[in-house]
C-alpha cells in the first residue's frame, strides 16, 4: 500500500509509521517538523520516505508538497492525519499567534493535506484524521484547551463533511478522537498526569483501523478513550 503519515516524527505518530513501515509491501511518505527525526526513521526503514514540512506555514510550501507526494506516488491508499500541536494556556493569555499555529497546524494543514492528495485517491481508499477527546463534541473540557479543542473539533466536523462529498469517489474518510496517551503533548496540558495508554498501544488500535475500518465505518467521529483526559 502507498500510505502518507502526516506528522511522524515523535509520539504516536512515529509509532505508527515504525509499525506500518514492517509491511516491506507498505510505501510511507512520513511528514513531521523535525528534519532530524525524519532522517532517521527513512535511515531505518528502505520503504519510508521523509518529508519536513510544517503545516502552520504549509502556503508557503504546499506546490513543494505537491511534487514531492506526486513523484513518490501515482496513487495514494490510505491517508493517516497525525500532525498536531499545542499551547497549553488560558484563553484570554493565548496570543493570536499562538492560536493561529494551532488552528494551522491541527485544521487548515490537514485540510490543506487532503486537498493535494485526493486527486491520488481511488476508490477503496481511506483518510483518517487523529482528532482528541478535547474536541468531541458532549465530552469533559479543561482550563488551557480551549483553542486547541476548537481546533481538533473542525477536523472532526470536516471528517463528517468530507466523508459525504468524497463518498460518489469511494473514498472514505473517518476521524478518531484520542483519549489520554502517554506523550509528551499529554504530559505538557496535564503535568503529571499518568495516562493508561502508551503511544504504540493505541499506534496499534490507529493502524488496524486505517488499514481495515473504512470497510465498516464512513463518516465517523469514534472516540478512543478509556477516560478523558
Not at 493565548?94 to 491541527?106: G, I, L
Request: contains cysteine.
Amino acid at each position: 500500500m502507498n500510505i502518507i503519515i502526516n506528522g511522524g516524527t515523535k509520539g504516536i505518530g512515529k509509532e505508527v509509521v515504525i509499525l506500518l513501515a514492517a509491511d516491506k509491501n507498505n510505501q510511507i511518505l512520513v511528514t513531521g517538523r523535525t528534519e532530524k527525526s525524519l532522517n532517521s526513521l527513512a535511515k531505518r526503514f528502505q520503504n519510508v520516505i521523509s518529508l519536513p514540512i510544517d503545516l502552520s506555514e504549509f502556503d508557503k510550501n504546499e506546490e513543494s508538497f505537491r511534487k514531492s507526494v506526486y513523484q513518490c506516488f501515482k496513487k495514494v491508499d490510505i491517508l493517516i492525519n497525525m500532525a498536531g500541536f499545542l499551547v497549553a494556556k488560558e484563553f484570554v493569555k493565548t496570543s493570536v499567534n499562538e492560536a493561529r499555529r494551532m488552528m494551522d497546524t491541527n485544521f487548515f494543514g490537514p485540510a490543506s493535506v487532503i486537498r493535494v492528495v485526493k486527486p491520488l485517491m481511488l476508490k477503496g481508499s481511506h483518510i483518517v484524521n487523529i482528532s482528541s477527546m478535547g474536541g468531541f463534541q458532549g465530552s469533559t473540557k479543561y482550563n488551557g484547551l480551549s483553542y486547541y479543542g476548537a481546533s481538533k473539533a473542525a477536523l472532526a466536523c470536516l471528517s463528517e463533511c468530507l466523508a459525504s462529498e468524497f463518498i460518489d469517489s469511494g473514498v472514505s474518510v473517518n476521524c478518531l478522537s484520542l483519549g489520554s496517551v502517554q506523550t509528551e503533548m499529554l504530559n505538557e496540558a496535564f503535568p503529571g498526569y499518568k495516562a493508561p495508554v502508551k503511544p504504540k498501544e493505541m499506534a496499534e488500535f490507529i493502524c488496524g483501523f486505517a488499514l481495515t475500518g473504512h470497510k465498516f465505518i464512513n463518516g465517523k467521529v469514534i472516540p478512543v478513550a478509556i477516560n478523558n483526559p
